[in-house]
Every structure is written in C-alpha cells, then in structure tokens.
C-alpha cells in the first residue's frame, strides 16, 4: 500500500502530474485510485471522461473521485449536519438554505481526509494518489488532525459535561436544538479518525508528499514554504517534480528569454530543496488530455522507475519544540562550521557554505521569533528560536 499526495500552486499542473502518476501505477498492475481533494475540480477533464463522488473506473485497474462535500456529509456525518441544518432552520432559515449553509468551513478537507483512511482500510486498493487543492488549501487540510486533537483533548470533554446539566434548562426555557450525545459521539469517532489519518500520513513507508512547480520565482517560494510546513507537522516529502520545462530544442527567439529564466531558476530549485530528488517534465506540443498524453507524461517524468518508490528518506529539515524553545534542524552533511554564514531577512533564512548557498522560508510559526544561537552538530545545523 502507498499513499501519494501531490500538492503545488494553482496552475502548475498538478492534477496533470497526479493523473499521469495513477495512469502508470495502473499500467504496473496496481489496483490505483486517484482522488481530487480541490473544490474547482479537474481531474474528470484530465482523463476526458466524467468522475462523481463515488470510485468511477477510468482504465483497467485504474479508477478516479471527485469529492463532493455534501455527498460526504451526508453520507457519513448525517448527525452532524442534522444539528447544524435543524438549529439555522430554527433560526428563521430556509431549510433548504440551511442544509446548503451547514456546510461549516473545513468541511471539504475533512471529507478528503477521511476518504483517504477509507480507502485505505477497504483494502481495495493498493495505491491511492491524492491531487490536493493548492497548497495553502492543502497546508489548511494537513493541519486540522493537529487542531483536532488539541480540542479533543482541551475543550471537548468540557463542552460535553457542561451540556449534560445545561440541556433540560435549555431546552425548556429556549426550545432550542441543542447537541445530544449521539452528536458527541460523532464528532469523537471523527477527530479520532482524523488522528489515524496523521498517523498513516506521516509514515514515511506508506506515504509520501510530492511537491509539484514551475521553475518561477514566485512558485518556488510557495514551494519551499509548504516544504517548511509539512516538515514542520512531519509529513514526509520524497520528491519534487519541475513542470513545463522549455525543451532545448525549441529555437524561436520568444521562448529563448524564457529558457534563460527557467535555466536560473532551475538552479535555484536545486539549492533549496537539496538532497530531494528533483525531476523535469517538458513542456509539451499539445495540451496533457486523454490517457495517451497521460502517458506521454508519466514516461517523461518516471522513466523506466516505478512511481511507488520511496525517493527520499529522512526529513531535510524539521522543526520540534522542546521547553518554550523552537529548533531548527538542517542536515548539512560533509560541512565545518567554519564553512557555515547565516543571515535572515524577514521570513527567509540564507545559509552560505561556500560559494553555495540555500534559501529557505520559514513557517510562520518561526518567522516572528527571534535566532537566539545555532550550532553544527553531527552534520546537522540546529537553531534555536524564542
């Protein structure tokens, strides 16, 4: 079993990357489902065929989902949304409206994560490849098991013993909907469920997060600021996939600017996210639709390799917290510390070893604290931010 989340920018071409990445695990034998997690969504008009909110088969051994979030709520969180939909509907709301309207914010990305663990326990699959919203969207999406937790552990246990005396004065003095305990019950199961999906994410052996860009100055600062977050929460990232790379051969003067410009910033994209594998995607003669441009480009990114791999193993860089104080930890193997300048501007932390350097953005989390001391230890930098 493989979990494999593709996320980037909008516009970058991750769909395209996710659909051609599941279309290759298919041609290999593995019974491979890929899932659209983003609200406008494109994956139907990857593989040109039509997808819904249940498994529709694309190709043998391949099939495809676009999530709907009322299909999910409905189906799994019925309790929920009866709550929500009868307590605006008491407030004077259109049923109708309100059913719309009990859609509560975050409720999109749950439905994603929970099809994840689904599918990952129905044993019908062996690969399951996620196409992400963008990547604030899916930085938004990583984060809710951490946030559920939290309340889990802090304010639900409150909330429900309080609602236990507060309910028959309520109920009779407001004649109000308020949350009975098959409600509680349901919100348990799913933030409990929500932190068995963290868990089976963050396994470096079963899951993987690919970083999908352009080489563009603005796309890559997005890139290495979602690579801090998801090192920040431990999801591992195994790879990075450069797209729409200006072929070589392509000699019209308009595009010779541009692959100067991509040229550079190709470079860039290797100093920042060094030792990950990085691999290119050219641009194509022809829009990426239909299953043999699919193909076309699997093969242009895999080659003969098996996209199920591990790339990469180990975290670049990952952030703990331990006694009030953030760490920073880099590996920076084969390095004195001699060797080592740093500077910081803002959220961007340059390090120089050399004549090389690496540009790194960091999680907000770190960006408002101050450098109180770094240090080289065992190959690894380590700085402290209080």
């Known amino acids: 079993m493989r979990i494999l989340l593709y996320t980037g920018k909008g516009g970058v071409g991750k769909t395209s990357v996710a659909a051609a990445t599941a279309l290759r695990c298919a041609d290999l034998g593995y019974r491979t489902i890929v899932m659209s997690t983003d609200a406008a969504h494109s994956l139907a008009d990857s593989f040109d065929v039509a997808l819904g909110p249940e498994p529709v088969p694309v190709a043998p051994n391949l099939w495809g989902q676009e999530l709907d979030v009322l299909y999910q709520m409905e189906k799994y969180w019925s309790t929920v949304q009866d709550y929500f939909t009868a307590l605006l509907a008491w407030r004077g709301m259109d049923e109708l409206i309100a059913e719309e309207t009990a859609v509560l914010p975050g409720m999109e990305e749950l439905a994603s994560l929970l099809q994840v663990v689904g599918h990952h326990d129905s044993g019908n699959y062996d690969v399951i490849i996620v196409d992400c919203a963008p990547t604030g969207a899916t930085l938004q999406l990583l984060t809710i098991p951490e946030i559920g937790r939290w309340y889990l552990k802090r304010i639900f246990p409150v909330e429900r013993q309080a609602m236990k005396v507060i309910r028959p004065l309520a ?12 409600l509680f019950d349901t919100v348990e199961d799913l933030i409990q469920e929500l932190d068995r999906m963290q868990r089976l994410l963050s396994d470096p052996q079963l899951s993987s997060t690919r970083l999908v860009l352009n080489p563009e100055k603005m796309v890559i600062k997005e890139s290495q600021r979602a690579y801090a977050y998801l090192c920040l929460y431990g999801y591992p990232v195994d790879l990075v996939i450069s797209n729409r790379i200006i072929p070589g ?7 010779a600017t541009w692959r100067d410009i991509q040229a550079r910033y190709s470079q860039q994209v290797e100093e920042a996210f ?5 691999l290119t995607v050219p641009l194509f003669d022809q829009e990426v639709v239909g299953l043999e441009m699919l193909r076309r480009m699997a093969t ?7 996209p199920t ?3 990469y193993v180990g975290q670049t860089q990952e952030v703990v917290k331990q006694d009030g104080t953030y760490y920073l930890r880099i590996r920076l193997p084969f390095t004195s510390k001699e060797a080592v300048q740093i500077t910081r501007a803002a959220d961007e932390l340059v390090i120089h070893i050399g004549n090389r350097k690496r540009n790194l953005i960091l999680p907000r989390t770190l960006a408002v604290l101050e450098v109180r001391k770094a240090r080289l230890e065992n190959d690894v930098l380590i700085m402290a931010f209080g």
């Open 249 to 255: 051969q392509v000699n019209d003067a308009y595009f």
């Open 309 to 311: 791999t591990v790339f």
């Open 171 to 182: 109920q009779a003095m407001l004649d109000m909907p308020l949350p009975d305990d098959r």
């Open 274 to 278: 060094a030792p990950l594998p990085i």
């Open 300 to 306: 242009s990114i895999y080659g003969d390799r098996d």
